[in-house]
């Protein structure tokens, strides 16, 4: 195992707007957004030090969620492709790939295609999911999607590895004999696992380089942090591990507009003294969302926390 990132400091990395357009987090200008924004936001990260981008993953959204979750979903695999082409150093994370809707050895041609092609920028972040109707479609039992994604993450190591002829054996999946090329870039791809639920966080622990915790406010990181810790070490599992936070929104000086009683705002001093808590709670990188009314105030927002606050992270 390999860490992504240095220890002992606090990196920043981002989920892109336009891509997923659920109403708990979309901007309303990111409605009529496309292709041009999407790219120009990953740039802006990309000049701003951010750590990586990322992008989430759903194939299909049934009526009775559309209101809340939108039906704007894109392909994570397609658009961190698209992502690759128009950055040069920002790392490229699915936050998260719910890999248990795909046989393994997809998942393994895309994602190795997409690390193959990028430069070894991929980490690849994955969940269980939580849309029934999205797994009945696909014939994927969805009471089981756990074991499923256990039991995918196996396969994956395998099927992502070295090997041109990658070769496993288990209950749902086995294949030996079939060729896959090109390998990724990287020696060993980064698996980060999403989610807060005993069963996700045991998941990460034992079978995860990294854990993408769901929006775990700040008091509960401790202890969610001290599990995995615990579980790490009863299941002899050793190695670099990076563990993950989702910020509340921020907001780079003084808005002058409604931006929710939410979001930290102010100074880029005072901003970064707040986020730094995250460092002392033994989180590795911080996933930021900025509030913005359109695409050129959220590249200025990114510019500002790159240029302003980010110097401030390891103080």
Request: proline share 6%; glycine share 10%; with cysteine.
């Amino acid at each position: 195992m390999a860490r992504v990132f240095p220890e002992g400091r606090l990196v920043y990395g981002m989920q892109l707007p336009v891509q997923s357009q659920s109403t708990i987090y979309a901007e309303p200008w990111e409605a009529s957004a496309g292709a041009a924004d999407l790219a120009e936001i990953a740039r802006a990260a990309d000049r701003s030090g951010f750590a990586y981008v990322a992008t989430c993953d759903h194939v299909a959204i049934p009526r009775r969620l559309a209101g809340a979750m939108s039906t704007v979903w894109y392909d994570p695999v397609a658009t961190l492709s698209f992502l690759a082409g128009v950055t040069e150093h920002v790392r490229l994370l699915s936050h998260v790939a719910i890999l248990g809707l795909r046989h393994p050895l997809i998942s393994a041609k895309q994602y190795a295609t997409l690390d193959h092609l990028s430069g070894g920028r991929l980490i690849l972040g994955v969940g269980a999911g939580h849309v029934q109707e999205e797994f009945e479609i696909l014939g994927v039992d969805f009471a089981r999607r756990g074991a499923v994604l256990d039991e995918t993450l196996d396969a994956l190591r395998a099927a992502l590895g070295p090997e041109e002829y990658p070769e496993f054996a288990g209950e749902l999946f086995s294949f030996e004999d079939l060729g896959q090329l090109p390998r990724p870039a990287q020696e060993r791809i980064p698996v980060w696992v999403g989610g807060s639920s005993p069963a996700a966080v045991r998941r990460a622990a034992v079978r995860g380089d990294g854990w993408l915790p769901q929006g775990d406010p700040r008091d509960r990181l401790p202890a969610q942090i001290a599990r995995i810790a615990q579980l790490r070490a009863e299941a002899g599992v050793i190695g670099p591990f990076e563990v993950g936070a989702i910020t509340e929104a921020l907001y780079v000086g003084e808005p002058g507009w409604d931006t929710g009683r939410r979001t930290l705002t102010g100074k880029a001093e005072a901003l970064a003294e707040s986020l730094r808590e995250y460092g002392a709670l033994g989180v590795d990188q911080i996933q930021v969302r900025f509030r913005s009314r359109d695409r050129a105030e959220l590249v200025d927002q990114i510019t500002a926390f790159g240029a302003e606050v980010a110097p401030h992270l390891n103080d």
